[in-house]
């Protein structure tokens, strides 16, 4: 059963401090996404990556968000530094892009969420 | 982007049919609806898709307006396990970028 998995499940850390998140897609996909949730501003596309090259990151924060995908099984979401407002869960979604026709879904797979908390 | 709305919340009753309802005014001819929702503490799944035909799959139906300004998402009989919050998705047929809205949270009843 292939699963987008993430990891810390959890981070608990200090403002200031430098937090990474990671994410590996399920095999074969070539879309990568991340995404921030919290109560205030619901779901939001932070970027996304094709074939891991990032094809919009329009929805991060640059002066400390970065977003990388060292290699197709392995996405990345580094913050630094860490702020009280970037507490969230931060979710990845992977998925197969192709052109839609009969059959196509271009469904995103999400993983199970990195609940941040900075202090 | 083409923007959704949702009621914000609805109940229903245990082994009923719901239906779930979004308007999408702005839609244009290549945007996709698709809905997905979010069951508590876990990230959101596919649940259906379309983008005129009315669509039926093994969790829900989907209607679609013939003027394609709203559409219904129909969960046929309700189970407790069903209660999530509902988003309805617009995408445009040549993206594969989602704007999730603030969706509809559903209660069911035992």
């Known amino acids: 059963d292939a699963r987008v998995t993430q990891t810390p499940r959890d981070k608990v850390t200090e403002m200031g401090q430098e937090v990474t998140m990671r994410c590996q897609p399920i095999?074969?996909?070539?879309?990568v996404f991340w995404y921030r949730q919290t109560m205030m501003q619901g779901l939001e596309l932070l970027a996304y990556f094709r074939n891991r090259a990032p094809l919009d990151d329009s929805g991060m924060p640059k002066d400390r968000f970065s977003a990388e995908m060292p290699d197709a099984t392995l996405a990345t979401l580094k913050i630094q530094p860490s702020e009280p407002r970037d507490s969230a869960v931060y979710f990845c979604?992977?998925?197969?892009?192709?052109?839609?026709?009969?059959?196509?879904?271009?469904?995103?797979?999400f993983g199970p969420g990195t609940r941040l908390t900075v202090l | 982007d083409a923007k959704t709305t949702q009621p914000n919340s609805m109940e229903s009753n245990e082994e009923e049919p719901v239906h779930l309802p979004c308007n999408h005014s702005t839609i244009s001819g290549t945007d996709y609806i698709h809905w997905y929702r979010q069951l508590p503490s876990q990230g959101p799944e596919y649940v259906i898709h379309?983008?005129?035909s009315n669509v039926n799959n093994r969790m829900a139906s989907l209607a679609i307006a013939e003027d394609r300004k709203s559409s219904t998402l129909i969960l046929h009989r309700a189970t407790l396990r069903d209660a999530a919050v509902y988003y309805c998705i617009l995408r445009d047929v040549g993206t594969y970028k989602y704007i999730f809205g603030t969706g509809t949270r559903l209660k069911v009843l035992a």
């Open positions: 095999l074969g996909h070539n879309t």
């Open positions: 979604a992977s998925g197969l892009w192709a052109q839609s026709g009969q059959g196509v879904h271009n469904e995103q797979f």
């Open positions: 379309g983008l005129t």
